[in-house]
């Protein structure tokens, strides 16, 4: 018998290598989730948590990811990798991701203004300006919505579109964001740490719906920034495209360093 209860104890824990974080380095980045092929990883609090010892495989896919460290392996006591539940719940967070894809549209045409799309035409003549008024800086917000969240996939103003996708802090950090990068371009902004939402579905609808002639990144220099890269590397390979992009990278103190 006691043998019988060793050799089930033995199937449900062993020691073997399995990643451990640490959430004093861990940035919210949301990096190690889109990197883990298990569903091992989710974010709780604003920090990444191992969900469930038997969806870790050990294999460590997700540390190049981390930008500051924060994940590492260890060879412990744990529950044993299981395949199966793995499968199951692979199978169930696309299940809930579809269901999010099909409820989206129909929280678009809520009757709110900020879901309703709009195209502003900057090459208009505009009226003779005041002297103060021609020391002011033109938008050049070229529509509205820009929220990712906000935006339709199938908005008309994507189709041919040169497409820059911005973080929220970068027109802060840099006042030439809008005559430097968003001049010509539909721009669409989001912070892929506090949207607290992976964004690289609806971008990868955005390219396959639509002609896009080319993709820029503006991001901040801070780690979790890196998000906004890594969301459009994994929308392009979605959406099965090859689109040119590029990166532009604003310190915090506003100066563009690569």
């Known amino acids: ?21 640490d959430e004093e380095k861990c ?8 990197a883990c092929h298990e569903g091992a990883l989710q974010m709780v609090d604003g920090k990444a948590k191992l969900v469930s010892e038997s969806y870790c495989d050990g294999l460590g896919d997700c540390l190049p990811e ?17 395949k199966k539940a793995v499968e199951a719940r692979m199978a169930e967070m696309k299940k809930q991701k579809e269901e999010a894809k099909n409820e989206e549209p129909a929280t678009l045409p809520c009757g709110c203004p900020s879901t309703h799309s709009q195209v502003f035409d900057r090459k208009k003549t505009e009226a003779p300006k005041t002297p103060i008024q021609q ?28 497409l820059l996708i911005a973080a929220d802090c970068t027109a802060f950090a840099n006042a030439n964001v809008h005559s430097d990068y968003m001049k010509n371009k539909i721009t669409l902004i989001g912070c892929p740490k ?23 990144v503006l991001r901040m220099s801070v780690p979790c920034c ?27 103190n506003g100066e563009v360093i690569s």
Do not use: H
């Not at 018998?1 to 974080?21: A, D, H, N, V, Y």
């Not at 033109?138 to 189709?159: D, G, M, T």
């Not at 890269?229 to 532009?248: F, R």
């Open 1 to 21: 018998m006691q043998s019988q209860i060793t050799s089930i104890w033995g199937e449900l824990e062993m020691k073997r290598k399995i990643i451990t974080i």
């Open 27 to 34: 940035n919210g980045c949301e990096l190690c989730v889109s």
């Open 66 to 82: 981390c930008p500051t460290g924060a994940i590492k392996i260890e060879e412990r006591e744990a529950d044993a990798f299981d």
């Open 135 to 162: 020391e002011r800086t033109l938008s050049e917000l070229n529509q509205w919505p820009c929220q990712i969240k906000l935006v339709s996939p199938q908005a008309p103003y994507f189709n041919g579109a040169d």
């Open 194 to 216: 506090l949207d607290m939402v992976d964004y690289s579905e609806k971008l990868a609808e955005i390219l396959t719906y639509n002609d896009i002639k080319s993709i820029s």
């Open 226 to 252: 890196g998000g906004m890269t890594e969301m459009v590397k994994q929308a392009l390979i979605k959406s099965e495209k090859m689109i040119p992009w590029n990166v532009t990278v604003i310190s915090t």
